[in-house]
């Protein structure tokens, strides 16, 4: 945590403000459920406030203030962007941000009702993302690397897991897994990644998907990773259409991702398994989330 004797409330918040941006303190300022690495507070109508929580969270928060106004303006979804920075002080000992506000509901909280819609949309979306990224920009030590460097993870995952909360036998998840692993490489060049679509991240709006959000682990590398979000967040049986419209996705790259999906999914459920033991935010909502997206993606179709 940022600070075990500083407690994150609107008035701190306000003050923060006050200080800092003081055209904006008027604004109201209500807390918004949710997040992992930041606390939000939603700022009047188009802004929120995220102040970091972890230790991590300064830099992811800096990252996206790095690239997320050159990303934003090409990307054919709204994403929250930065429009001012909080720096460190007496008061509050990290950097902080103040972003737009992207509108609807987090689909860990709702369900998308119109399946072939949002499956254009995040085509879209993923198509306008994954572009070939500068040299500069971020990588990640623990994600977008070939599924055969993470089945340590994998396999902390499965074991982890109470039989209970699994229907597919995990001879069957683990063919799925090994298939990824067996699967050729990403051998072009590294695009940029959201890096951590899931169910959280992705706004829902109208039945579909209309905006995507927390960019803190964006980062170059094997759009394997992105793709896994057919079986994470769309409805059963779009995952053919999705890949049908995806140009950049071959045999091996459409095997990793169902396998990603897989470990994603198994994630998802180990935290909803978990419930809010230690975890900010809250996560037992993810746990059927998580089982209905193994089940779409040990499904074929």
Same mark, same amino acid.
């Given at each position: 945590?940022?600070?075990?004797?500083?407690?994150?409330?609107?008035?701190?918040?306000?003050?923060?403000?006050?200080?800092?941006?003081?055209?904006?303190?008027?604004?109201?300022?209500?807390?918004?459920?949710?997040?992992?690495?930041?606390?939000?507070?939603?700022?009047? %109508?188009?802004? @929120?406030?995220?102040?970091?929580?972890?230790?991590?969270?300064? %830099?992811?928060?800096?990252?996206?203030?790095?690239?997320?106004?050159?990303?934003?303006?090409?990307?054919?979804?709204?994403?929250?962007?930065?429009?001012? !920075?909080?720096e460190p002080s007496a008061r509050f000992p990290k950097?902080?941000?103040?972003?737009?506000?992207?509108?609807?509901?987090?689909?860990?909280?709702?369900?998308?009702?119109?399946?072939?819609?949002?499956?254009?949309?995040?085509?879209?979306?993923?198509?306008?993302?994954?572009?070939?990224?500068?040299?500069?920009?971020?990588?990640?030590?623990?994600?977008?690397?070939?599924?055969?460097?993470?089945?340590?993870?994998?396999?902390?995952?499965?074991?982890? !897991?109470?039989?209970?909360?699994?229907?597919?036998?995990?001879?069957?998840?683990?063919?799925?897994?090994?298939?990824?692993?067996?699967?050729?490489?990403?051998?072009?060049?590294?695009?940029?990644?959201?890096?951590?679509?899931?169910?959280?991240?992705?706004?829902?709006?109208?039945?579909?998907?209309?905006?995507? !959000?927390?960019?803190?682990?964006?980062?170059? $590398?094997?759009? @394997?990773?992105?793709?896994?979000?057919?079986?994470?967040?769309?409805?059963?049986?779009?995952?053919?259409?999705?890949?049908?419209?995806?140009?950049?996705?071959?045999?091996?790259?459409?095997?990793?991702a169902r396998g990603l999906a897989v470990l994603k999914?198994?994630?998802?459920?180990?935290? $909803?398994?978990?419930?809010?033991?230690?975890?900010?935010?809250?996560?037992?909502?993810?746990?059927?989330?998580?089982?209905?997206?193994?089940?779409?993606?040990?499904?074929?179709?």
């Amino acid at each position: 945590m940022t600070d075990p004797g500083i407690e994150i409330t609107a008035e701190l918040v306000r003050d923060l403000l006050q200080d800092q941006h003081p055209d904006l303190a008027g604004l109201a300022i209500r807390e918004v459920a949710g997040g992992w690495d930041n606390q939000m507070w939603r700022l009047g %109508d188009e802004l @929120a406030v995220r102040m970091p929580r972890t230790e991590r969270a300064p %830099d992811l928060q800096h990252k996206e203030r790095r690239w997320l106004p050159a990303l934003a303006p090409r990307l054919p979804l709204p994403v929250p962007t930065p429009v001012r !920075i909080g720096e460190p002080s007496a008061r509050f000992p990290k950097t902080w941000t103040v972003m737009t506000w992207v509108p609807g509901e987090p689909l860990d909280r709702t369900s998308i009702s119109r399946g072939d819609h949002a499956t254009d949309v995040l085509v879209g979306f993923l198509t306008a993302l994954h572009v070939e990224t500068p040299a500069e920009a971020p990588t990640s030590t623990d994600r977008g690397t070939h599924p055969g460097e993470c089945t340590a993870g994998f396999e902390k995952y499965l074991q982890a !897991i109470a039989p209970s909360n699994i229907a597919a036998d995990a001879g069957e998840i683990r063919d799925v897994w090994n298939d990824a692993v067996a699967a050729p490489g990403w051998d072009r060049p590294p695009v940029w990644l959201h890096g951590d679509l899931h169910p959280a991240n992705v706004i829902v709006s109208g039945g579909s998907i209309s905006g995507v !959000i927390d960019f803190g682990d964006m980062f170059a $590398g094997d759009p @394997a990773w992105d793709l896994a979000a057919a079986w994470l967040l769309l409805p059963a049986g779009r995952s053919s259409r999705f890949f049908e419209a995806y140009a950049q996705a071959d045999e091996a790259t459409i095997r990793r991702a169902r396998g990603l999906a897989v470990l994603k999914s198994l994630f998802l459920i180990l935290m $909803g398994q978990n419930g809010d033991q230690g975890l900010p935010g809250g996560k037992s909502p993810w746990g059927p989330r998580g089982r209905a997206a193994l089940d779409r993606a040990l499904t074929p179709g």
